[in-house]
């Protein structure tokens, strides 16, 4: 369950870009960040479309090779959810954008049996589609570790979901977590933005 004024949150940018889909699901393995970070309040994910139509992905530098995914960022504390998504393609893009849709609210739990004694992460990514309207593509923020970006069609989404979903397993200390575990929670957000997209058309 969201907190409330997150809720009230959703219902007015739902009224402003659309009705988000609402998703719910249960992760299996331990946690590892970002959902069991606690400097933030969840995500928003980043689906710019550039004027040509492709979509923005990236890979950062210490991630396993090719897990390209598209652009998320942490909400912080406080911070609401719209200058979140703003303030963030701002920092790992360099572009001036418009915000058309509001496509999904996407909330994670870890299932039962991988709940670590008294923790219970919980997380949510929302997720937008913008246009690229000016501004010189580029990281600007190099905190944000970007290693590299690729433009795909909406069409190559699928892909990279399941990409992502068969990342090799294996720790690593910038998620504090199991890479394999890492790549079914980021293969989930391809796919519903894919959906989101596909049954807008």
């Known amino acids: 369950m969201l907190a409330q004024h997150i809720e009230e949150e959703i219902t007015a940018l739902a009224a402003c ?4 889909r609402r998703i719910n699901v249960t992760l299996t393995g331990a946690p590892f960040r970002p959902i069991s970070s606690d400097d933030r309040i969840g995500e928003v994910c980043m689906v710019v479309r550039r004027t040509n139509g492709k979509l923005i992905t ?5 991630y396993p090779p090719g897990a390209f995914r ?3 960022g942490g909400i912080d504390h406080g911070e609401a959810v719209e200058a979140a998504l703003l303030r963030e393609i701002a920092e790992e893009t360099g572009l001036e954008v418009a915000v058309r849709r509001f496509l999904a609210v996407i909330e994670y739990t870890l299932a039962e049996a991988d709940k670590a004694a008294g923790a219970n992460p919980s ?3 929302f997720a937008f589609l ?3 309207i000016g501004g010189t593509f580029g990281v600007v923020d190099e905190d944000e570790q970007i290693g590299a970006f690729r ?4 069409e190559e989404l699928p ?3 399941d990409t992502l979903a068969s990342v090799a397993d294996g720790y690593h200390p910038e998620i504090d977590g199991s890479w394999a575990d890492w790549g079914r929670f980021r293969a989930v957000v391809q796919r519903s933005v894919y959906d989101a997209l596909v049954d807008a058309d």
Do not use: C, H, S, W
């Open 17 to 20: 870009y659309g009705a988000p």
């Open 58 to 62: 990236a890979v950062k530098t210490f």
């Open 70 to 72: 598209l652009l998320t």
């Open 123 to 125: 997380f949510a990514t």
């Open 130 to 132: 913008v246009d690229e």
């Open 151 to 154: 433009e795909i069609d909406v």
């Open 159 to 161: 892909a990279l979901a």
